[in-house]
Protein backbone atom coordinates (compact mmCIF):
# COMPACT_ATOMS: atom_id res chain seq x y z
CA UNK A 1 0.00 0.00 0.00
CA UNK A 2 1.80 3.42 -0.98
CA UNK A 3 2.36 5.81 1.80
CA UNK A 4 -0.28 8.54 0.19
CA UNK A 5 -2.88 5.43 0.72
CA UNK A 6 -1.68 5.10 4.22
CA UNK A 7 -2.01 8.38 5.63
CA UNK A 8 -5.15 8.53 3.85
CA UNK A 9 -6.35 5.71 6.18
CA UNK A 10 -4.95 7.30 9.13
CA UNK A 11 -7.06 10.41 8.55
CA UNK A 12 -10.70 8.63 7.79
CA UNK A 13 -10.64 5.09 9.56
CA UNK A 14 -11.31 6.63 12.96
CA UNK A 15 -14.43 5.57 13.58
CA UNK A 16 -16.65 7.65 16.36
CA UNK A 17 -18.76 5.09 17.34
CA UNK A 18 -18.40 2.58 20.19
CA UNK A 19 -20.54 0.60 22.66
CA UNK A 20 -19.37 2.75 25.54
CA UNK A 21 -17.76 5.99 26.04
CA UNK A 22 -15.82 8.05 29.33
CA UNK A 23 -17.85 11.09 29.42
CA UNK A 24 -18.16 13.12 32.78
CA UNK A 25 -20.84 11.07 34.64
CA UNK A 26 -19.63 7.87 32.94
CA UNK A 27 -15.87 7.67 34.25
CA UNK A 28 -13.96 4.62 34.13
CA UNK A 29 -13.10 3.10 37.22
CA UNK A 30 -10.42 0.45 38.83
CA UNK A 31 -11.65 -3.24 37.82
CA UNK A 32 -13.80 -1.73 34.48
CA UNK A 33 -12.58 -1.72 31.05
CA UNK A 34 -13.52 0.10 27.88
CA UNK A 35 -13.59 -2.28 24.56
CA UNK A 36 -13.73 -1.09 21.11
CA UNK A 37 -16.66 -2.32 18.94
CA UNK A 38 -15.01 -4.96 17.33
CA UNK A 39 -13.24 -6.38 20.59
CA UNK A 40 -9.62 -6.14 19.16
CA UNK A 41 -8.60 -3.56 22.13
CA UNK A 42 -9.48 -3.03 25.66
CA UNK A 43 -8.73 0.17 27.91
CA UNK A 44 -8.68 -0.46 31.49
CA UNK A 45 -6.67 -0.72 34.65
CA UNK A 46 -3.69 -3.07 35.05
CA UNK A 47 -0.41 -3.86 37.31
CA UNK A 48 3.24 -5.71 36.84
CA UNK A 49 4.40 -8.48 38.42
CA UNK A 50 1.18 -8.44 41.04
CA UNK A 51 2.17 -4.85 42.60
CA UNK A 52 0.22 -2.45 43.89
CA UNK A 53 0.71 0.60 41.21
CA UNK A 54 -1.83 0.81 38.70
CA UNK A 55 -1.81 2.30 35.14
CA UNK A 56 -4.26 3.22 32.57
CA UNK A 57 -3.75 1.06 29.45
CA UNK A 58 -4.45 -0.06 25.98
CA UNK A 59 -4.00 -3.85 25.24
CA UNK A 60 -5.20 -6.58 22.61
CA UNK A 61 -8.33 -8.03 24.48
CA UNK A 62 -8.02 -11.44 22.66
CA UNK A 63 -3.86 -12.11 23.32
CA UNK A 64 -2.43 -13.66 26.19
CA UNK A 65 -0.04 -13.37 27.54
CA UNK A 66 -1.39 -9.43 28.04
CA UNK A 67 0.21 -7.15 25.64
CA UNK A 68 0.15 -3.12 26.45
CA UNK A 69 1.02 -1.27 23.50
CA UNK A 70 -0.11 2.41 25.53
CA UNK A 71 0.20 3.27 28.40
CA UNK A 72 -1.33 6.83 30.54
CA UNK A 73 1.05 7.47 33.49
CA UNK A 74 3.70 6.36 32.77
CA UNK A 75 5.46 7.93 35.03
CA UNK A 76 3.28 8.09 38.06
CA UNK A 77 1.29 4.95 38.99
CA UNK A 78 -1.90 5.08 41.11
CA UNK A 79 -2.40 2.91 44.18
CA UNK A 80 -6.10 3.75 44.96
CA UNK A 81 -8.52 1.33 44.75
CA UNK A 82 -11.19 4.65 43.77
CA UNK A 83 -9.13 6.36 41.36
CA UNK A 84 -10.72 6.81 38.13
CA UNK A 85 -10.48 8.46 34.56
CA UNK A 86 -13.04 10.90 33.82
CA UNK A 87 -13.64 14.20 31.65
CA UNK A 88 -13.08 17.46 33.48
CA UNK A 89 -14.59 20.13 34.20
CA UNK A 90 -12.32 21.74 30.53
CA UNK A 91 -13.40 19.10 28.67
CA UNK A 92 -9.71 17.21 29.08
CA UNK A 93 -9.24 13.48 29.51
CA UNK A 94 -7.96 13.25 33.33
CA UNK A 95 -6.93 10.38 35.66
CA UNK A 96 -7.87 11.43 39.45
CA UNK A 97 -6.35 9.45 42.60
CA UNK A 98 -7.88 8.07 45.26
CA UNK A 99 -7.96 11.59 46.83
CA UNK A 100 -9.50 12.81 43.44
CA UNK A 101 -6.26 14.28 42.99
CA UNK A 102 -4.75 14.76 39.30
CA UNK A 103 -2.49 11.97 38.03
CA UNK A 104 -2.31 12.35 34.59
CA UNK A 105 -3.74 15.03 31.93
CA UNK A 106 -4.65 14.49 28.20
CA UNK A 107 -3.69 18.26 28.64
CA UNK A 108 -4.81 21.20 26.06
CA UNK A 109 -7.03 24.67 27.05
CA UNK A 110 -10.37 23.18 26.02
CA UNK A 111 -13.36 25.27 26.75
CA UNK A 112 -16.19 22.73 26.47
CA UNK A 113 -17.23 19.65 29.12
CA UNK A 114 -19.40 18.19 26.40
CA UNK A 115 -16.57 15.48 25.78
CA UNK A 116 -16.34 12.00 25.39
CA UNK A 117 -13.99 9.38 25.01
CA UNK A 118 -14.02 6.50 23.07
CA UNK A 119 -11.58 3.36 22.06
CA UNK A 120 -11.76 2.67 18.52
CA UNK A 121 -11.34 -0.25 16.69
CA UNK A 122 -7.62 0.93 15.60
CA UNK A 123 -6.87 0.71 19.08
CA UNK A 124 -6.46 4.59 19.45
CA UNK A 125 -8.55 6.41 22.49
CA UNK A 126 -9.67 9.74 21.13
CA UNK A 127 -11.36 12.39 23.26
CA UNK A 128 -14.02 14.27 21.03
CA UNK A 129 -16.71 17.23 20.89
CA UNK A 130 -19.78 15.93 21.17
CA UNK A 131 -21.36 18.67 19.12
CA UNK A 132 -18.61 18.78 16.12
CA UNK A 133 -17.34 15.38 16.21
CA UNK A 134 -13.81 16.57 16.32
CA UNK A 135 -10.87 15.10 17.73
CA UNK A 136 -9.43 17.13 20.65
CA UNK A 137 -6.71 14.61 21.84
CA UNK A 138 -5.85 11.10 20.67
CA UNK A 139 -3.27 8.79 22.02
CA UNK A 140 -2.03 7.71 18.22
CA UNK A 141 -0.66 11.81 18.78
CA UNK A 142 1.20 10.43 22.12
CA UNK A 143 3.08 7.09 21.48
CA UNK A 144 4.44 5.23 23.77
CA UNK A 145 6.89 2.10 23.26
CA UNK A 146 4.66 0.67 20.19
CA UNK A 147 3.47 1.66 16.69
CA UNK A 148 -0.14 0.35 15.65
CA UNK A 149 -0.96 0.41 12.20
CA UNK A 150 -2.18 3.81 11.25
CA UNK A 151 0.51 5.73 13.86
CA UNK A 152 2.94 7.26 12.76
CA UNK A 153 6.49 9.19 13.49
CA UNK A 154 6.84 13.00 12.58
CA UNK A 155 9.55 15.67 12.80
CA UNK A 156 8.30 19.69 12.67
CA UNK A 157 11.55 20.98 12.70
CA UNK A 158 10.38 24.84 12.02
CA UNK A 159 8.28 24.28 15.13
CA UNK A 160 10.64 21.99 16.92
CA UNK A 161 8.13 19.24 17.26
CA UNK A 162 8.57 15.34 17.34
CA UNK A 163 6.62 12.18 17.43
CA UNK A 164 8.79 9.18 18.95
CA UNK A 165 9.09 5.94 20.42
CA UNK A 166 10.30 5.03 24.41
CA UNK A 167 11.03 1.94 25.75
CA UNK A 168 10.06 0.88 29.08
CA UNK A 169 12.65 0.57 31.49
CA UNK A 170 12.18 -2.91 32.19
CA UNK A 171 9.90 -5.67 30.93
CA UNK A 172 7.44 -5.01 34.32
CA UNK A 173 8.38 -0.93 34.59
CA UNK A 174 6.29 1.03 32.08
CA UNK A 175 8.37 4.54 33.30
CA UNK A 176 10.08 5.88 30.20
CA UNK A 177 13.73 3.54 29.57
CA UNK A 178 16.87 5.10 28.02
CA UNK A 179 16.35 3.95 24.34
CA UNK A 180 14.34 6.38 21.95
CA UNK A 181 13.53 5.40 17.90
CA UNK A 182 12.82 8.51 16.14
CA UNK A 183 13.21 9.62 12.56
CA UNK A 184 15.60 12.23 11.22
CA UNK A 185 15.51 14.89 9.44
CA UNK A 186 18.20 14.68 7.31
CA UNK A 187 17.55 13.72 3.64
CA UNK A 188 16.67 11.13 2.94
CA UNK A 189 15.64 10.18 6.40
CA UNK A 190 16.57 7.14 8.63
CA UNK A 191 15.22 5.37 11.34
CA UNK A 192 17.60 5.78 14.52
CA UNK A 193 17.60 4.59 17.70
CA UNK A 194 19.18 6.28 20.67
CA UNK A 195 20.37 5.27 24.23
CA UNK A 196 20.40 8.41 25.72
CA UNK A 197 22.30 10.64 23.96
CA UNK A 198 24.14 8.69 22.19
CA UNK A 199 23.20 6.61 19.02
CA UNK A 200 22.61 3.21 19.30
CA UNK A 201 21.28 1.81 15.74
CA UNK A 202 20.44 2.93 12.38
CA UNK A 203 17.93 2.08 9.64
CA UNK A 204 20.02 3.64 6.68
CA UNK A 205 18.57 5.72 4.72
CA UNK A 206 15.29 5.38 3.13
CA UNK A 207 15.19 4.46 -0.69
CA UNK A 208 11.07 5.01 -1.72
CA UNK A 209 10.13 1.63 0.00
CA UNK A 210 12.88 0.48 1.98
CA UNK A 211 15.36 1.21 4.61
CA UNK A 212 19.39 0.64 3.08
CA UNK A 213 20.66 -0.49 6.30
CA UNK A 214 18.01 -3.18 6.62
CA UNK A 215 18.90 -6.41 3.50
CA UNK A 216 15.70 -8.13 4.83
CA UNK A 217 13.77 -5.07 2.86
CA UNK A 218 14.98 -5.93 -0.45
CA UNK A 219 12.69 -5.57 -3.27
CA UNK A 220 10.53 -8.85 -2.60
CA UNK A 221 9.79 -7.86 0.55
CA UNK A 222 6.62 -6.09 1.12
CA UNK A 223 6.83 -3.34 3.20
CA UNK A 224 4.06 -2.08 5.71
CA UNK A 225 5.86 1.22 6.15
CA UNK A 226 5.76 4.36 4.18
CA UNK A 227 7.99 7.70 4.52
CA UNK A 228 6.91 11.32 3.37
CA UNK A 229 9.17 14.38 3.85
CA UNK A 230 8.51 17.43 2.91
CA UNK A 231 11.93 19.22 2.44
CA UNK A 232 11.02 22.58 1.74
CA UNK A 233 9.28 22.89 5.33
CA UNK A 234 11.26 20.91 7.36
CA UNK A 235 8.71 18.25 8.32
CA UNK A 236 8.59 14.83 7.82
CA UNK A 237 6.29 11.81 8.41
CA UNK A 238 6.96 7.89 8.78
CA UNK A 239 3.64 5.95 9.30
CA UNK A 240 3.13 2.07 9.65
CA UNK A 241 0.74 0.94 7.49
CA UNK A 242 -0.96 -2.41 7.28
CA UNK A 243 0.83 -5.74 8.28
CA UNK A 244 -1.68 -8.59 6.63
CA UNK A 245 -4.33 -8.42 9.91
CA UNK A 246 -3.42 -4.75 10.72
CA UNK A 247 -5.33 -5.22 14.30
CA UNK A 248 -2.70 -7.38 15.30
CA UNK A 249 0.71 -6.38 14.62
CA UNK A 250 2.94 -4.12 15.71
CA UNK A 251 6.12 -2.00 15.98
CA UNK A 252 7.70 -2.43 19.64
CA UNK A 253 10.48 -0.99 20.85
CA UNK A 254 11.75 -3.37 23.68
CA UNK A 255 13.32 -2.36 27.05
CA UNK A 256 16.89 -3.28 25.82
CA UNK A 257 16.61 -1.08 22.52
CA UNK A 258 15.59 -3.39 20.23
CA UNK A 259 12.88 -2.66 17.28
CA UNK A 260 10.64 -5.70 16.50
CA UNK A 261 7.43 -5.71 13.65
CA UNK A 262 5.64 -8.64 14.42
CA UNK A 263 1.88 -9.81 13.89
CA UNK A 264 -0.32 -12.32 15.89
CA UNK A 265 -0.93 -15.32 14.30
CA UNK A 266 -3.33 -16.76 16.29
CA UNK A 267 -1.12 -18.70 18.98
CA UNK A 268 2.01 -16.77 18.62
CA UNK A 269 3.98 -13.53 17.52
CA UNK A 270 5.81 -13.60 14.50
CA UNK A 271 8.71 -11.17 14.12
CA UNK A 272 9.13 -9.96 10.82
CA UNK A 273 12.59 -7.99 11.00
CA UNK A 274 14.02 -7.24 14.24
CA UNK A 275 17.07 -4.91 14.78
CA UNK A 276 19.96 -4.88 16.08
CA UNK A 277 20.37 -8.18 16.39
CA UNK A 278 24.76 -8.34 16.50
CA UNK A 279 27.17 -6.60 17.84
CA UNK A 280 27.61 -5.19 13.88
CA UNK A 281 24.06 -3.83 13.92
CA UNK A 282 25.36 -1.25 16.98
CA UNK A 283 26.10 2.43 15.87
CA UNK A 284 29.91 2.55 14.96
CA UNK A 285 31.10 -0.35 16.11
CA UNK A 286 34.54 -0.28 14.42
CA UNK A 287 35.11 3.06 14.80
CA UNK A 288 35.41 5.79 11.75
CA UNK A 289 36.66 4.55 8.45
CA UNK A 290 36.40 0.96 10.26
CA UNK A 291 33.95 -1.92 8.31
CA UNK A 292 32.04 -4.28 10.20
CA UNK A 293 31.63 -7.41 8.50
CA UNK A 294 29.34 -9.55 10.11
CA UNK A 295 30.55 -13.21 9.16
CA UNK A 296 34.04 -12.21 9.83
CA UNK A 297 36.44 -12.84 12.93
CA UNK A 298 37.38 -10.55 14.29
CA UNK A 299 34.31 -8.73 12.61
CA UNK A 300 36.49 -5.41 12.59
CA UNK A 301 38.88 -4.49 9.53
CA UNK A 302 39.48 -1.52 8.11
CA UNK A 303 38.20 -0.14 4.99
CA UNK A 304 40.87 -0.45 1.66
CA UNK A 305 43.15 2.00 1.61
CA UNK A 306 43.27 2.55 5.47
CA UNK A 307 45.08 0.95 8.63
CA UNK A 308 44.20 1.02 12.38
CA UNK A 309 44.74 4.40 14.24
CA UNK A 310 46.10 2.55 17.26
CA UNK A 311 47.61 -1.13 16.85
CA UNK A 312 47.77 -1.95 19.95
CA UNK A 313 44.24 -1.13 20.79
CA UNK A 314 42.95 -2.85 17.47
CA UNK A 315 44.78 -5.99 18.25
CA UNK A 316 43.42 -6.12 21.68
CA UNK A 317 39.41 -5.77 20.50
CA UNK A 318 39.07 -1.73 21.19
CA UNK A 319 37.73 -0.50 17.72
CA UNK A 320 36.26 2.76 18.95
CA UNK A 321 39.56 4.89 17.70
CA UNK A 322 38.44 3.09 13.84
CA UNK A 323 41.26 4.00 11.02
CA UNK A 324 43.29 6.42 9.11
CA UNK A 325 44.21 6.83 5.27
CA UNK A 326 47.54 5.54 4.75
CA UNK A 327 48.02 7.53 1.85
CA UNK A 328 47.10 11.08 1.33
CA UNK A 329 44.73 11.73 -1.69
CA UNK A 330 46.77 13.22 -4.20
CA UNK A 331 43.68 16.40 -4.18
CA UNK A 332 45.53 17.21 -0.68
CA UNK A 333 48.99 17.37 -1.95
CA UNK A 334 48.57 19.90 -4.54
CA UNK A 335 46.17 21.69 -6.17
CA UNK A 336 47.78 22.47 -9.43
CA UNK A 337 45.59 21.04 -12.60
CA UNK A 338 49.43 19.91 -13.63
CA UNK A 339 49.30 17.22 -10.54
CA UNK A 340 46.04 16.54 -10.06
CA UNK A 341 46.06 15.02 -14.24
CA UNK A 342 49.17 13.51 -13.16
CA UNK A 343 48.23 11.42 -10.32
CA UNK A 344 44.05 11.80 -10.03
CA UNK A 345 42.63 9.82 -6.99
CA UNK A 346 40.37 6.92 -8.12
CA UNK A 347 37.61 5.33 -6.39
CA UNK A 348 37.40 1.42 -4.85
CA UNK A 349 33.93 -0.33 -4.94
CA UNK A 350 32.83 -1.91 -2.42
CA UNK A 351 29.50 -3.71 -2.23
CA UNK A 352 26.81 -5.28 0.12
CA UNK A 353 27.44 -2.21 2.44
CA UNK A 354 25.15 -0.65 4.65
CA UNK A 355 25.52 3.12 3.79
CA UNK A 356 27.59 4.88 6.46
CA UNK A 357 26.15 7.86 8.37
CA UNK A 358 26.72 11.86 7.88
CA UNK A 359 25.55 11.77 3.97
CA UNK A 360 24.17 14.44 1.70
CA UNK A 361 21.89 14.31 -1.08
CA UNK A 362 23.15 16.00 -4.17
CA UNK A 363 21.38 16.55 -7.07
CA UNK A 364 23.41 14.60 -9.94
CA UNK A 365 21.09 12.67 -11.92
CA UNK A 366 23.30 9.24 -12.97
CA UNK A 367 25.80 7.68 -11.37
CA UNK A 368 28.68 9.22 -13.19
CA UNK A 369 27.65 12.80 -12.85
CA UNK A 370 28.06 11.79 -8.96
CA UNK A 371 31.23 10.16 -9.68
CA UNK A 372 32.67 13.20 -11.19
CA UNK A 373 30.95 15.55 -8.77
CA UNK A 374 32.71 13.50 -5.93
CA UNK A 375 35.85 13.58 -7.82
CA UNK A 376 35.75 17.61 -7.96
CA UNK A 377 35.82 17.87 -4.52
CA UNK A 378 38.39 17.16 -2.56
CA UNK A 379 36.86 16.67 0.61
CA UNK A 380 34.40 14.29 -0.73
CA UNK A 381 35.95 11.00 0.14
CA UNK A 382 32.89 8.68 -0.92
CA UNK A 383 30.36 8.54 -2.95
CA UNK A 384 26.83 5.99 -3.50
CA UNK A 385 24.22 5.55 -6.59
CA UNK A 386 21.42 4.26 -5.19
CA UNK A 387 17.78 3.15 -6.55
CA UNK A 388 15.17 5.19 -5.21
CA UNK A 389 17.73 7.80 -3.80
CA UNK A 390 19.40 9.28 -6.55
CA UNK A 391 23.26 10.68 -5.36
CA UNK A 392 24.95 10.21 -1.94
CA UNK A 393 28.28 12.13 -1.28
CA UNK A 394 30.33 11.63 2.33
CA UNK A 395 32.67 14.25 2.96
CA UNK A 396 33.24 13.48 6.68
CA UNK A 397 34.43 10.60 8.58
CA UNK A 398 32.68 7.16 7.25
CA UNK A 399 31.31 6.05 10.28
CA UNK A 400 28.87 2.87 11.19
CA UNK A 401 29.59 1.15 7.79
CA UNK A 402 28.75 -2.60 7.47
CA UNK A 403 29.25 -5.44 5.13
CA UNK A 404 26.25 -7.77 5.04
CA UNK A 405 26.49 -11.35 3.73
CA UNK A 406 24.20 -10.13 0.75
CA UNK A 407 21.73 -7.04 -0.26
CA UNK A 408 22.93 -3.85 0.49
CA UNK A 409 24.23 -1.37 -1.96
CA UNK A 410 27.69 -0.25 -3.78
CA UNK A 411 29.86 2.03 -1.96
CA UNK A 412 32.77 3.89 -3.97
CA UNK A 413 35.45 4.82 -1.82
CA UNK A 414 38.24 7.82 -2.44
CA UNK A 415 41.60 6.57 -2.33
CA UNK A 416 45.43 7.52 -3.48
CA UNK A 417 45.91 5.86 -7.17
CA UNK A 418 48.59 4.55 -5.83
CA UNK A 419 46.51 2.09 -2.99
CA UNK A 420 45.51 0.20 -6.38
CA UNK A 421 48.29 0.41 -8.67
CA UNK A 422 50.62 -1.80 -5.61
CA UNK A 423 47.61 -4.09 -5.66
CA UNK A 424 47.77 -4.60 -9.26
CA UNK A 425 50.94 -4.95 -9.49
CA UNK A 426 51.21 -7.31 -6.52
CA UNK A 427 48.03 -9.21 -8.52
CA UNK A 428 50.02 -9.80 -11.86
CA UNK A 429 53.46 -10.85 -9.72
CA UNK A 430 51.17 -13.18 -8.15
CA UNK A 431 49.53 -14.46 -11.18
CA UNK A 432 52.62 -14.96 -13.41
CA UNK A 433 54.67 -17.08 -10.36
CA UNK A 434 51.28 -19.16 -9.76
CA UNK A 435 50.83 -20.24 -13.39
CA UNK A 436 54.38 -21.06 -14.46
CA UNK A 437 54.64 -23.00 -10.97
CA UNK A 438 51.83 -25.10 -11.80
CA UNK A 439 52.76 -25.56 -15.21
CA UNK A 440 56.47 -27.12 -14.39
CA UNK A 441 54.72 -29.22 -11.42
CA UNK A 442 51.73 -30.65 -14.24
CA UNK A 443 55.31 -31.00 -16.68
CA UNK A 444 57.43 -33.43 -13.91
CA UNK A 445 53.71 -34.97 -12.85
CA UNK A 446 53.48 -36.25 -16.47
CA UNK A 447 57.52 -36.73 -16.82
CA UNK A 448 57.15 -38.98 -13.70
CA UNK A 449 54.40 -41.24 -14.46
CA UNK A 450 56.19 -42.01 -17.51
CA UNK A 451 58.43 -43.23 -15.59
CA UNK A 452 56.42 -45.16 -13.27
CA UNK A 453 54.90 -47.07 -16.55
CA UNK A 454 58.13 -47.36 -17.69
CA UNK A 455 59.51 -49.07 -14.52
CA UNK A 456 56.02 -51.06 -13.94
CA UNK A 457 57.00 -52.98 -17.26
CA UNK A 458 60.22 -54.05 -16.32
CA UNK A 459 62.24 -51.65 -18.15
CA UNK A 460 65.98 -52.06 -17.57
CA UNK A 461 68.60 -49.53 -17.94
CA UNK A 462 71.13 -50.52 -20.81
CA UNK A 463 74.70 -49.37 -19.55
CA UNK A 464 77.52 -49.22 -22.36
CA UNK A 465 80.41 -51.06 -21.69
CA UNK A 466 82.80 -48.20 -21.77
CA UNK A 467 85.51 -46.94 -19.92
CA UNK A 468 83.11 -44.86 -18.13
CA UNK A 469 80.98 -47.70 -16.67
CA UNK A 470 82.66 -47.39 -12.86
CA UNK A 471 80.89 -44.10 -12.48
CA UNK A 472 76.94 -45.44 -14.04
CA UNK A 473 77.47 -48.65 -12.21
CA UNK A 474 78.31 -46.11 -8.75
CA UNK A 475 74.89 -43.62 -9.51
CA UNK A 476 72.48 -47.06 -10.41
CA UNK A 477 74.31 -48.16 -6.85
CA UNK A 478 72.57 -44.83 -5.15
CA UNK A 479 68.62 -45.63 -5.93
CA UNK A 480 68.59 -43.81 -9.04
CA UNK A 481 66.98 -46.78 -11.23
CA UNK A 482 64.56 -45.76 -14.18
CA UNK A 483 67.11 -43.10 -14.79
CA UNK A 484 68.37 -43.03 -18.77
CA UNK A 485 72.12 -42.17 -19.51
CA UNK A 486 72.89 -40.33 -23.14
CA UNK A 487 76.78 -40.04 -24.27
CA UNK A 488 77.37 -36.51 -25.00
CA UNK A 489 78.69 -37.32 -29.21
CA UNK A 490 75.03 -38.92 -29.04
CA UNK A 491 73.48 -35.51 -28.35
CA UNK A 492 76.03 -34.06 -30.46
CA UNK A 493 75.28 -36.16 -33.50
CA UNK A 494 71.65 -35.36 -32.82
CA UNK A 495 72.17 -31.35 -32.56
CA UNK A 496 75.21 -31.31 -36.02
CA UNK A 497 77.37 -31.03 -32.96
CA UNK A 498 74.83 -28.12 -31.19
CA UNK A 499 74.88 -25.95 -34.24
CA UNK A 500 72.58 -22.71 -33.84
CA UNK A 501 70.86 -23.38 -37.39
CA UNK A 502 68.95 -26.75 -34.73
CA UNK A 503 68.34 -24.36 -31.88
CA UNK A 504 64.55 -23.25 -31.74
CA UNK A 505 64.70 -21.70 -28.72
CA UNK A 506 66.15 -21.13 -24.90
CA UNK A 507 64.36 -21.99 -21.96
CA UNK A 508 64.38 -21.33 -18.58
CA UNK A 509 66.72 -24.06 -16.84
CA UNK A 510 68.86 -24.61 -20.74
CA UNK A 511 68.65 -24.77 -24.33
CA UNK A 512 65.93 -26.18 -26.17
CA UNK A 513 66.94 -27.97 -29.60
CA UNK A 514 64.57 -30.46 -31.74
CA UNK A 515 62.02 -31.17 -29.55
CA UNK A 516 58.90 -29.72 -30.74
CA UNK A 517 60.15 -30.34 -34.42
CA UNK A 518 60.60 -33.89 -33.55
CA UNK A 519 57.23 -34.56 -31.46
CA UNK A 520 55.49 -32.60 -34.56
CA UNK A 521 57.08 -35.03 -37.19
CA UNK A 522 56.76 -38.54 -35.31
CA UNK A 523 54.49 -37.84 -32.54
CA UNK A 524 57.67 -37.78 -29.80
CA UNK A 525 58.70 -41.05 -30.18
CA UNK A 526 62.32 -40.42 -31.24
CA UNK A 527 62.92 -38.36 -28.15
CA UNK A 528 63.38 -41.83 -26.19
CA UNK A 529 66.92 -43.02 -25.43
CA UNK A 530 67.13 -45.34 -28.65
CA UNK A 531 68.14 -48.25 -26.18
CA UNK A 532 64.45 -47.31 -24.56
CA UNK A 533 62.74 -47.26 -28.31
CA UNK A 534 64.17 -50.59 -29.36
CA UNK A 535 63.21 -52.39 -25.95
CA UNK A 536 59.95 -54.51 -26.15
CA UNK A 537 59.02 -53.40 -22.65
CA UNK A 538 58.15 -49.88 -23.84
CA UNK A 539 55.23 -48.84 -25.39
CA UNK A 540 55.91 -45.58 -27.97
CA UNK A 541 52.27 -45.28 -27.98
CA UNK A 542 52.30 -44.72 -24.28
CA UNK A 543 55.49 -42.76 -24.38
CA UNK A 544 54.19 -40.49 -27.33
CA UNK A 545 50.81 -39.60 -25.70
CA UNK A 546 53.36 -39.06 -22.12
CA UNK A 547 55.04 -36.21 -24.44
CA UNK A 548 51.58 -34.86 -25.67
CA UNK A 549 50.64 -34.44 -22.25
CA UNK A 550 53.47 -32.35 -21.21
CA UNK A 551 52.87 -30.08 -24.16
CA UNK A 552 49.64 -29.52 -23.14
CA UNK A 553 51.20 -28.60 -19.47
CA UNK A 554 53.23 -25.60 -20.92
CA UNK A 555 50.90 -24.04 -23.32
CA UNK A 556 51.10 -20.37 -23.25
CA UNK A 557 47.04 -19.48 -22.46
CA UNK A 558 46.16 -20.63 -19.41
CA UNK A 559 42.43 -21.96 -20.58
CA UNK A 560 44.70 -24.20 -23.05
CA UNK A 561 46.48 -25.70 -20.15
CA UNK A 562 44.98 -29.05 -18.40
CA UNK A 563 44.36 -29.39 -14.24
CA UNK A 564 45.65 -32.04 -11.83
CA UNK A 565 42.22 -33.65 -12.88
CA UNK A 566 42.42 -33.07 -16.23
CA UNK A 567 45.88 -34.45 -16.52
CA UNK A 568 45.29 -37.72 -14.63
CA UNK A 569 42.52 -38.68 -16.81
CA UNK A 570 44.73 -37.74 -19.73
CA UNK A 571 46.97 -40.29 -18.49
CA UNK A 572 44.77 -43.47 -17.33
CA UNK A 573 42.53 -42.86 -20.28
CA UNK A 574 42.52 -43.68 -24.16
CA UNK A 575 40.53 -40.34 -24.78
CA UNK A 576 41.46 -38.33 -27.85
CA UNK A 577 44.18 -35.19 -26.57
CA UNK A 578 44.04 -31.60 -27.66
CA UNK A 579 46.67 -30.26 -30.17
CA UNK A 580 48.86 -28.35 -28.28
CA UNK A 581 50.23 -25.77 -30.36
CA UNK A 582 53.74 -24.16 -30.42
CA UNK A 583 54.89 -23.73 -26.84
CA UNK A 584 55.66 -19.79 -26.71
CA UNK A 585 59.21 -20.49 -25.30
CA UNK A 586 59.82 -21.57 -28.46
CA UNK A 587 58.02 -19.08 -30.48
CA UNK A 588 59.43 -15.87 -28.15
CA UNK A 589 62.99 -16.37 -27.25
CA UNK A 590 65.61 -14.89 -29.26
CA UNK A 591 68.65 -16.91 -30.48
CA UNK A 592 72.11 -15.64 -28.89
CA UNK A 593 75.42 -16.01 -30.29
CA UNK A 594 77.21 -18.82 -28.56
CA UNK A 595 80.07 -20.69 -28.43
CA UNK A 596 80.03 -24.26 -27.12
CA UNK A 597 83.27 -25.53 -25.21
CA UNK A 598 84.98 -28.58 -26.76
CA UNK A 599 85.80 -30.68 -24.22
CA UNK A 600 88.60 -33.56 -23.82
CA UNK A 601 87.35 -37.22 -24.46
CA UNK A 602 86.83 -37.76 -20.01
CA UNK A 603 82.73 -36.33 -20.89
CA UNK A 604 80.71 -37.75 -18.51
CA UNK A 605 76.81 -39.19 -19.70
CA UNK A 606 74.56 -36.63 -19.50
CA UNK A 607 70.89 -37.05 -17.55
CA UNK A 608 68.52 -35.70 -20.17
CA UNK A 609 64.51 -35.61 -19.60
CA UNK A 610 62.19 -33.77 -20.97
Given at each position: ???????????????????????????????????????????????????????????????T???????????????????????????????????????????????S????????????????????????????????????????????????????????????????????????????????????????????P???????????????????????????????V?????????????????????????R????????????P?????????????????????????C?????????????????????????????????????Q??????????????????????S???????????????????????K??????????????????????????????????G????????????????S??????A?????????????????????E???????????????????????????D?????????????????????????????????????????????????????????V????????????????????????????????L???????????????????????
Amino acid sequence: MGIVACLLLIATMFSSCGYAAITTSSPLSVGQTLSSPDGSFELGFFSTNNSRNQYVGIWFQKVTPRVVVWVANREKPVSSPTANLTISSNGSLILLDGEQDPVWSSGGDLTSNKCRAELLDTGNLVLMDNVTGKYLWQSFEHLGDTMLPLTSLMYDTPNNKKRVLTSWKSETDPSPGEFVAEITPQVPSQGIIWKGSSPYWRSGPWAGTRFTGIPEMDESYINPLGMVQDVANGTGVFAFCVLRNFNLSSIKLTSEGSLRIQRYNGTSWIKHFEGPVSSCDMYGTCGPFGLCVRSATPMCQCLKGFEPKSDEEWRSGNWSRGCVRRTDLSCQESSSAETQGKDRDVFYHVSNIKPPDSYELASFSSEEQCHQGCLRNCSCTAFSFIKGIGCLLWNRELLDTVKFASGGETLSLRLAQSELSGSKRIKVITIGTLSFSVSLILVLAAYGCWRYRVKRNGSKIVSKDNLEGAWKNDLQSQDVSGISFLEIHTLQTATDNFSVSNKLGQGGFGTVYKAWESWSETGGVNLLDEDLADSDSVNSVEAGRCVHIGLLCVQHQAVDRPNIKQVVSMLTSTTDLPKPTQPMFVLDTSDEDSSLSQHSNDSKDLNVSY
